[in-house]
């Protein structure tokens, strides 16, 4: 009996702590979103919160708004974070790897900081008065901060992805690299005995090679900014905004009333991440990102 | 943390009590402020000048808790009213206008504690509008004066000889300087009262938003010609108005880094200590339209569910002493305006008041005091906001 | 096509900084091999096998030296304009690509359409015995299933020379053998010239038609199997190809004296002088039976049976003699007649003792 | 051969200079500045006003750190504590509906933790979680666990049971087998999960500020009124030492880690 | 301790979710290994091997049967508590550990105290040549040094029986040959009864005492090398013992018939009758030569020669009789007198023909 049962045993205690904390939290927030809300005397269930969400233009350009953020910045990111991989997959091949060692750790640094902190870097170098104005102004390439294009705290967004398109670009070269490094140093020699030129090479091999695992980082790294909150806070501007700051502007409007909508925002939230984490996942699973390696 | 004084027989007893008792209650008690966090000054200011203070006289410890935004105080309240939460933590709130009116509504404060301060009775003009009443809500002993802030507009000196004197020579100068003024997107609390001034000169004066928006017929066709104007400057605004500053904040960094020539504050000693801070240039002043420039009161509150209602009353009442309201005047510490009625004020104290460099920057007491206009009714701000959204931000 | 001839290839590997100290040498190497000559080189680990292999694939930049094939000198061609091919030790297969892909691999560098190199390539997996495993992924393969589509992958674009990298080191034992006999069908049935590299003697004596022995950078000794076999040139081949009984001594006076062992000295027809080592293959060493055919000049020793371990076949007896312990071949009949710990005589003809210097 | 390699380098510095050490140079710059106009690159003085705040021992800086990693290291070890029996039921055993419990367990991932924080917030409110650190630990469990489940999934999958059989057949018990053979295979994986919680735990704002309601005072909570829209050079500062703070734990575990086993070599070599 | 008997143990191995159908049994296995005896269990890949040795280790529950030492049954001890050792294919050496501390695990869990434990793991470690390793770790070892570990972490605790699955199949060749040398002497040393699992012949052949044979799940036959190599019960173990002309046929009245091939047949003494297999091993098959004994009912064969391939001091000659092409064992002597299309005469006493039904 015991053998038995023993893996759900061992299973019983992480399971029941998500599905306390986690899911009874996102019940709770559900039959809120309903409209039953005790605490302000209401019992009944209704589709209200969610039919004035669809209805608002607020919620849609909310929406608009975020797929356009976490797309931008997530396609910035793979492409940043495969220039990495692939600069310091060649760097090893040349360099001792005890330098590369170091330089390996210096570009995880970004994974590192809080994205609290990350915003904030990314408002001080691109604001129009930020360090990159600066610098292109002592280049005189700009001659006034108004030449400087509006990055930080523009309702397009850009603040918001360049913070993550930084954050995230050594996630997703981590993703990659030790796929790139499974690329066996003898590869390169058996193609050029074969006759590919190093520009066969790189086609034929290597971006074959990374593709599934890039294209599954920047699914994630997509779903990720798609669901968060702090740096578009920061950076964003009041509106339009993302979901998650436009929900939480609901939940702290000062009324009990707007909680429902609140959480109705919370619940298209969630619905709309685990959709995207469900084609991660099957992406993942059927284009398995080590396919043929083993 | 639990206290006595948190059921409601002892609490009520505070209201009555002489000042002595309730300083006897008081010592001892840990009392939690919960206000923005995000100024050194500010905090510097609570915490190396008016805590330690506390402390020594009468045995209260003050624990500043920072926030990020009033807002949110307001919504903890609300959530820890719903769910009866009767011995909450914070124990001083501080508040004004709309975050005043929603805790109001919904209950949210003590009760009437100001009449028992020492402080408040002896130096506090009760009647003069702003102190009763916290943008048209009547104020009812639900909070008391902490200090006062009046709208200026900053400039550079090098940039702008001459500043402006109305909203038409504004105007002017705006359309002169392109690219050099702004004002932070609605609903910043700044940028709303810009507007506001905007509202008063254009549709002829404060005196008819004294009363309910409800009262006025047809508000909408009186509000057109605010719109107008900030529509016809908005072609000349820092990036030709395509956006607007987040918040006041924002802009100052635009100031400071000289991307515009004018930006405005609530806190007419701000510029001065941003000079000092080395923010701002030193060619840095203010200035007030001839019309005047409203100017508002910020309280501090005591919450339904404090643990510490004895230590709270002895905090405020510390917070408005003459002292610590000269301290709080000087750039040095914060730079806030008085919330005392100079008149009432013994001669030295008058005289340590005025003893405070207040900084080339700033105006002088009696000139701002001169050109104080009241707030509207907190009703017409949120019309104004929403309307501001519709005519000017989203065209 | 022609013969390939590596011409005085030399490498010095350095370490990376200190330019002057070498680490590793591979002395100049002057070797020919024929159009459709299986060919391998046998050497130690670490004996620089690898090294030659990729100067010829051009892999490597040679310190010196020239690869020609027959007429074209070679040498300043890069690898992939050789029409070299290679197989490695692991498969080195694509792991994103098909097998068909893999294989079709060569022929898509070199421009062939897509119809045609498929059909090749199948084509070329049918003679690998893989005929319709095409369409799989290499990791769906086995270890020896993958080597075959190695082999198919070098084989498909016509090399001119096949160039082998102890393709079958990482397979296992039975997988070897049939691989071997693969290979060996193939070669004969598409005449490629191969240059096999391996450590495995059994593998070289199997495959090749000429051998090249290699030590530390220099080719000690190229010959057919058994020629390396009955008659390497020094010890060190002799060791390296496992071959037992070799004795450390001396001649003179017409006489060998083992140095370290005694009851091992006998006359020889050797007219040279001086230290030697001495090779007495096992099969050379004849049981003393009734009915055994001696040349005149046999030499006879006598010694003790000390060990008799069964060897897929015949026997191998390990026989004292003096205090020398003299490994001998025995078939399975004569075993039968002896035991451990019995006295036996055994006889060399003088024409199969070798001697060796150094 | 040559030419591109020595082209390699230079390119591949200039890159980590323009991505890693660039973004820090205005945070640095703008925490000491005083009187920065645009368009100077450095400011015209330096002042240390903001750092002697962060520094200050009222301004509760110090308190805050301490609260954060205090409140890091415990999630950390509760995840540690519910990870390695979760994962090893998972990877282990064929378990019925077992990418149902995956799915439970790894929802927190996809599922942004705010969501359920908002919608559990009067729960805990009611139950007087609310203001505590306990309070906050519970709610940083949801969106690090995963993390910690994950990593030392990945450990066991790499952990062939043969190892436990051959500790077996040396004699070892149950027990001996899970500490002799099991955990220091599982550490690696389970440093490379507990780095992620922590610096997950310690990066929480708004949950943090949620359940914590101000009474639990992270760096985070201190530091987001200053960004988002007080004092940039007290700003900076805070953000350099929440960055300092984050790096330095990371690291130190990672130094920790390697110390553990080249301790276990310098003791074995001693002997 | 005694003998380890192995009575009638029985596995299935069933898909996880229906019950009833199984994918691998292994047929009840009924063996006893003597004290002190080499056994090997030889067998191709995936033929129950790992899976008998797992079952006698613990690690497995057996499905049926029981496993003894002497008198003792053990079937329900768990495997921690048998006091057996087992060295697997990886030497899965704790790689947290010193060499020392891997060495004396087993004595730890068996609470030896430290000094003692150590003293004995290094004492072991001496015995497999490893002495003044203890304090490395394992990362720090070649292969072979690590296999050396784990057979002294394995011998260290005095087992009573020691089980080995393919201990050196992941070594390269020479290694294997220095390590087969090194177990012999430790097993001959210690006394060890010692249970091997291999799929290698020779190595089976070289250590054993005895060999089991096993087939998909069946124990084919159990004996002595050479008994298994001259006499196999059935044509599996012969093709699996890697003999060479195994010609199915048929004996009817007194007469031999190959079925595929033409040219092979002859009048037999054997008295069976029916469909069978004939074995000829290449080195009963003797070329004509003028001093050949032959025994008054050997067997004669024409042929003509199509290969001779140099083998380690002898030749493997393919010789085409009929259609068949026979593998002969040819000496280097002999091999000088034919040459490829020569047409020979083989012969075969009568006694060393080898017939075996399925
Ligand atoms: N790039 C290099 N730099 C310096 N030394 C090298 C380099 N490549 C190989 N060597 C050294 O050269 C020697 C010969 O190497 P090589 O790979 O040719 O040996 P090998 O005969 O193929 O051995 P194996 O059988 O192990 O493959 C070795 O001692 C090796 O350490
Ligand atoms: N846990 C299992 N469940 C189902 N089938 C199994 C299991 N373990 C092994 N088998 C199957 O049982 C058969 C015998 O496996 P075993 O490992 O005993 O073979 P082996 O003789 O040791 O082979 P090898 O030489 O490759 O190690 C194989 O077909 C294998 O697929
Ligand atoms: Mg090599
Ligand atoms: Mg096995």
Redesign the interface.
């Known amino acids: 009996m015991w053998q038995k049962n023993?893996?759900?045993l061992?299973?019983l205690?992480?399971?029941s702590?998500?599905?306390l904390?986690?899911?009874?939290?996102?019940?709770?927030?559900?039959l809120?979103s309903f409209g039953y809300f005790p605490?302000?005397g209401e019992t009944r269930f209704t589709l209200t919160a969610y039919t004035a969400l669809l209805r608002s233009s607020e919620f849609w350009e909310s929406l608009e708004l975020t797929l356009r953020v976490a797309m931008l910045s997530s396609l910035l990111a793979a492409i940043?974070g495969a220039?990495?991989a692939i600069?310091?997959f060649?760097?090893n091949k040349?360099?001792?790897s005890g330098g590369t060692q170091i330089?390996h750790r210096?570009?995880q640094?970004?994974l590192?900081?809080?994205?609290?902190?990350g915003?904030?870097?990314?408002?001080?170098?691109f604001?129009?008065?930020?360090?990159i104005?600066?610098?292109f102004?002592?280049l005189g390439m700009i001659d006034?901060?108004?030449e400087f294009p509006?990055l930080v705290?523009?309702?397009f967004g850009w603040g918001i992805i360049l913070t993550y398109a930084?954050k995230e670009?050594p996630f997703v070269s981590l993703l990659i690299y030790p796929v790139l490094s499974r690329i066996?140093r003898?590869?390169r020699?058996?193609?050029?005995?074969?006759?590919?030129?190093n520009w066969?090479f790189i086609r034929?091999?290597v971006l074959?090679?990374i593709l599934p695992a890039w294209t599954i980082a920047t699914f994630i790294v997509f779903?990720f900014t798609f669901?968060?909150?702090?740096v578009p806070?920061?950076i964003g501007?009041?509106?339009p905004t993302v979901l998650?700051v436009y929900?939480?502007q609901l939940?702290?409007?000062?009324?009990?009333a707007d909680r429902p909508e609140?959480?109705a925002v919370?619940?298209v939230?969630?619905v709309l991440?685990?959709l995207?984490?469900l084609v991660v996942y099957y992406f993942s699973k059927r284009w398995n990102v080590?396919?043929?390696?083993? | 943390q639990q206290d006595p004084t948190s059921n409601a027989e002892d609490a009520d007893n505070l209201l009555v009590d002489d000042w002595q008792q309730v300083s006897e209650l008081a010592a001892g008690q840990k009392v939690n402020i919960y206000m923005w966090g995000g100024s050194e000054n500010i905090n510097r200011y609570l915490d190396e000048w008016v805590a330690p203070r506390l402390k020594e006289d009468h045995n209260v410890e003050l624990n500043r808790v920072p926030m990020s935004?009033s807002?949110?105080i307001?919504?903890q309240l609300?959530d820890e009213k719903?769910?009866a939460k009767t011995a909450g933590s914070m124990d001083i709130i501080w508040i004004n206008g709309?975050?005043f009116k929603?805790a109001k509504d919904?209950d949210l404060l003590w009760q009437e504690f100001s009449g028992q301060l020492p402080n408040f009775n002896d130096y506090v003009d009760q009647n003069a509008p702003d102190i009763a009443s916290d943008f048209g809500e009547p104020v009812e002993g639900l909070e008391a004066p902490w200090g006062k802030a009046q709208f200026v507009f900053v400039h550079d000196k090098n940039k702008s000889e001459n500043p402006p004197k109305s909203m038409e020579e504004l105007a002017q100068w705006v359309e002169a300087n392109p690219?050099q003024f702004t004002y932070p997107?609605l609903?910043d609390f700044t940028g709303s009262a810009f507007v506001r001034h905007v509202l008063y000169e254009t549709t002829g004066g404060y005196e008819q938003y004294q009363k309910p928006a409800a009262d006025i017929d047809d508000l909408a066709t009186q509000l057109e010609p605010m719109w107008d104007y900030l529509n016809a400057l908005e072609p000349y605004l820092?990036?030709e108005g395509e956006?607007y500053?987040?918040s006041l904040v924002?802009q100052d960094?635009?100031f400071a880094?000289?991307?515009i020539g004018m930006t405005m504050s609530y806190d007419p000693i701000l510029a001065a200590s941003e000079v000092l801070k080395g923010r701002f240039p030193e060619s840095t002043r203010t200035f007030v339209l001839d019309a005047g420039t409203l100017a508002n009161t910020h309280f501090l509150s005591i919450p339904f569910n404090s643990s510490a209602k004895a230590g709270a009353m002895v905090a405020i009442n510390e917070m408005m002493s003459p002292e610590a309201q000269t301290a709080k005047l000087s750039p040095e510490n914060w730079g806030n305006l008085t919330a005392l009625d100079l008149d009432k004020l013994s001669a030295e104290q008058q005289q340590a008041m005025n003893d405070v460099e207040l900084g080339a920057a700033t105006l002088s007491l009696d000139e701002l005091e001169e050109h104080q206009i009241p707030e509207l009714s907190a009703d017409y701000i949120e019309i104004i906001e929403k309307g501001w959204?519709e005519n000017v931000?989203k065209e | 096509m022609g013969d390939l001839h590596i011409v005085n290839i030399e490498k010095h590997y350095t370490y990376?900084h200190q330019k002057s100290e070498s680490v590793f040498s591979l002395q100049p190497i002057q070797l020919t091999i024929h159009e459709g000559e299986f060919f391998s080189l046998l050497g130690p680990s670490g004996c620089g096998k690898t090294t030659l292999l990729?100067l010829v694939?051009g892999?490597l930049p040679a310190d010196n030296g020239e690869i020609w094939i027959g007429d074209n000198n070679l040498t300043t061609v890069?690898?992939?304009?050789?029409?070299?091919?290679?197989v490695?030790q692991?498969s080195?297969l694509?792991?994103?690509?098909t097998v068909e892909d893999n294989v079709a691999?060569?022929l898509?560098?070199?421009k062939v359409g897509k119809k045609i190199r498929l059909d090749q390539a199948r084509n070329m997996l049918a003679h690998v015995g893989l005929a319709g495993y095409g369409s799989r992924?290499?990791?769906e393969l086995s270890g020896g299933q993958q080597q075959r589509v190695a082999l198919a992958?070098a084989l498909v674009?016509n090399p001119h020379v096949l160039?082998m990298d102890e393709p079958f080191s990482a397979l296992d034992p039975s997988l070897r053998e049939e691989m071997r006999e693969l290979l060996l069908q193939i070669q004969q049935q598409f005449r490629v010239t191969v240059l096999f590299v391996t450590h495995d003697r059994e593998e070289a004596f199997y495959l090749s038609d000429r051998i090249g022995v290699m030590s530390e950078g220099t080719l000690l000794q190229v010959g057919k199997a058994k020629d390396l076999y009955e008659r390497p040139e020094n010890a060190k081949v002799a060791s390296f190809l496992g071959l037992k009984n070799i004795i450390e001594g001396k001649i003179s006076g017409g006489r060998f004296y083992s140095i370290a062992y005694s009851g091992i000295e006998f006359s020889v027809n050797s007219t040279e002088v001086g230290p030697c080592f001495l090779i007495l293959r096992p099969e050379v060493l004849q049981l003393a039976t009734k009915n055994i055919h001696l040349a005149s000049d046999a030499i006879q020793f006598t010694g003790k049976v000390d060990g008799l371990r069964f060897n897929h076949g015949f026997y191998s007896a390990n026989i004292q003699v003096g205090n020398y312990l003299v490994d001998c071949a025995v078939s399975s009949q004569q075993a039968e007649t002896i035991a451990v710990g019995d006295v036996v005589e055994l006889f060399v003809n003088n024409e199969d003792l070798w001697f060796v210097k150094e | 051969m040559k030419k591109p390699?020595s082209l390699?380098?230079p390119?591949?510095y200039s890159?980590?200079f323009i991505?890693?050490v660039?973004?820090?140079?205005?945070?640095l710059?703008?925490s000491v500045s005083f009187g920065w106009q645009?368009?100077?690159?450095v400011p015209e003085s330096v002042n240390l006003r903001a750092w002697e705040y962060v520094v200050n021992v009222n301004s509760g800086t110090w308190q805050a750190v301490g609260v954060s990693l205090v409140i890091a290291f415990i999630v950390t070890a509760v995840n540690v504590?519910?990870?390695v029996?979760?994962a090893?039921?998972?990877v282990?055993?064929p378990?019925r509906g077992k990418w149902l419990?995956e799915a439970?367990?790894l929802?927190?991932?996809?599922?942004?933790?705010?969501?359920?924080?908002?919608?559990?917030h009067?729960?805990f409110l009611r139950l007087g979680l609310t203001e505590t650190i306990f309070g906050v630990v519970?709610?940083h469990?949801?969106p690090t666990?995963p993390y910690m489940?994950r990593a030392v999934m990945i450990s066991y999958h790499t952990l062939s049971t043969d190892w436990e059989d051959q500790a077996r057949m040396l004699g070892a018990g149950p027990v001996s087998r899970f500490t002799f053979v099991v955990i220091p295979h599982l550490l690696p994986g389970i440093a490379a999960g507990a780095s992620l919680s922590i610096?997950i735990s310690?990066?929480q704002?708004?949950i943090t500020f949620i359940i914590g309601s101000g009474q639990v005072v992270t760096l985070?909570i201190l530091?987001?009124p200053f960004?988002?829209g007080g004092d940039?050079a007290v700003?900076?500062a805070y953000?350099l030492l929440?960055?300092g703070v984050?790096?330095l734990t990371?690291f130190g575990m990672d130094l920790a880690l390697k110390r553990y086993y080249q301790n276990k070599k310098n003791t074995a070599g001693k002997i």
């Open positions: 023993k893996p759900y061992l299973l205690p992480a399971i702590v998500i599905v904390l986690f899911f009874g939290g996102l019940f709770d927030g559900l809120k605490a302000i940043l220039g990495i600069s310091l060649m760097l040349s360099a001792n330089w210096l570009f640094l970004p590192t900081i809080p994205h609290l902190v915003g904030y870097i990314i408002v001080l170098l604001m129009q008065s930020g360090f104005s600066r610098i102004a002592n006034a901060i108004t509006v705290n523009d309702s930084w670009a066996h003898s590869w020699d058996v193609a050029r005995v074969f006759g590919a030129s066969n034929e091999i074959p090679v779903v669901s968060a909150f702090e806070f920061l501007v009041t509106y998650p929900s939480y939940y702290t409007s000062g009324t009990l609140a959480l919370n619940i939230l969630a991440t685990v995207l984490g080590l396919k043929g390696w083993d | 935004d807002q949110d307001i919504n609300l719903s769910a709309e975050n929603t919904n690219g997107a609903p820092w990036r956006t500053p987040e924002k960094q635009l880094t000289g991307e959204m931000a | 990376s990729k694939a892999l890069p690898s992939e304009a050789r029409k070299f091919a290679m490695f692991q080195l694509f792991p994103h690509m691999f060569g898509k560098m070199q992924f290499p990791n992958r674009a160039l | 390699r390699m380098k390119i591949a890159l980590l991505f890693i660039l973004p820090f140079a205005p945070l710059l703008s645009w368009p100077a690159i504590l519910l990870a029996p979760a090893n039921a998972l282990r055993y378990l419990f439970i367990i929802a927190p991932i996809v599922i942004p933790p705010f969501v359920a924080v908002m919608g559990i009067l729960t519970l709610a469990i949801a666990l489940v610096l310690l990066s704002y708004l985070p530091l987001f960004i988002s940039p700003a900076s953000s929440f960055a984050a790096i990371l």
